[in-house]
């Protein structure tokens, strides 16, 4: 199943600095995180952000925050699936209910709250897709397991730049003008 903008919603997982001193591959996945706010900002896909215990692990990323520009919600949590906290499972579950039941998901760590997350939204109904150059984790290996086991979870694994031509449709059109500079 191909992504469409107007079925989408995009969940940005706990992008913190203090969690993302240890993770391989670092700027990779906050650069591919932007990317796709941006994109969704731009194309009017709503966007979440979840913020594990931030009183301990501090905000979202600054550059992250810049782009999202308050533009959807953002919620912290303690659970490491997003669908275990009520804000954010009631959150997903609005926009489905508004007919966005793609969920666009990256962010850290890969094989815990994305995971956890990814796996329960399938199991909700939902269709997930994680965005394997917009996640990460500690350790390469963790990072690995976690997309086997997704896919083998039925999670559709992708890259952003999949989502963002899936959510374009074609060239030639304002929108794939101005999210161009976002590909090169």
């Known amino acids: 199943m191909l992504l469409a903008r107007d079925k989408s919603q995009l969940l940005i997982v706990d992008v913190q600095d203090k969690l993302?001193?240890?993770?391989?591959?670092?700027?990779?996945?906050?650069?591919?995180?932007?990317?796709?706010?941006?994109?969704?900002?731009?194309?009017?896909v709503p966007i979440t952000i979840s913020e594990q215990y931030p009183q301990g692990l501090g905000p979202t990323h600054d550059s992250i925050r810049d782009a999202f520009a308050n533009d959807g919600e953002l919620i912290d949590k303690v659970e490491f699936s997003c669908l275990r906290n009520d804000r954010l499972r009631d959150r997903l579950h609005e926009l489905r209910?508004?007919?966005r039941s793609q969920v666009v998901i990256a962010g850290i760590e890969a094989h815990v709250c994305v995971t956890?997350?990814?796996?329960?939204?399938?199991?909700?109904?939902?269709?997930?897709?994680?965005?394997a150059?917009?996640?990460?984790?500690?350790?390469?290996?963790?990072?690995?397991?976690?997309?086997?086991?997704?896919?083998?979870?039925?999670?559709?694994?992708?890259?952003?730049?999949?989502?963002?031509?899936e959510w374009m449709e074609r060239s030639g059109t304002p929108e794939f003008k101005e999210l161009q500079s976002l590909i090169k």
């Open 20 to 44: 993302l001193g240890a993770i391989s591959g670092k700027d990779r996945v906050v650069d591919r995180c932007v990317r796709l706010v941006r994109a969704a900002r731009s194309l009017g």
């Open 97 to 99: 209910r508004q007919g």
């Open 116 to 131: 956890q997350t990814a796996i329960d939204l399938e199991g909700q109904g939902f269709e997930s897709f994680v965005v």
């Open 133 to 165: 150059d917009a996640v990460g984790s500690r350790a390469k290996s963790s990072y690995k397991l976690a997309l086997t086991r997704l896919q083998k979870a039925s999670v559709d694994v992708v890259d952003s730049e999949m989502v963002l031509f």
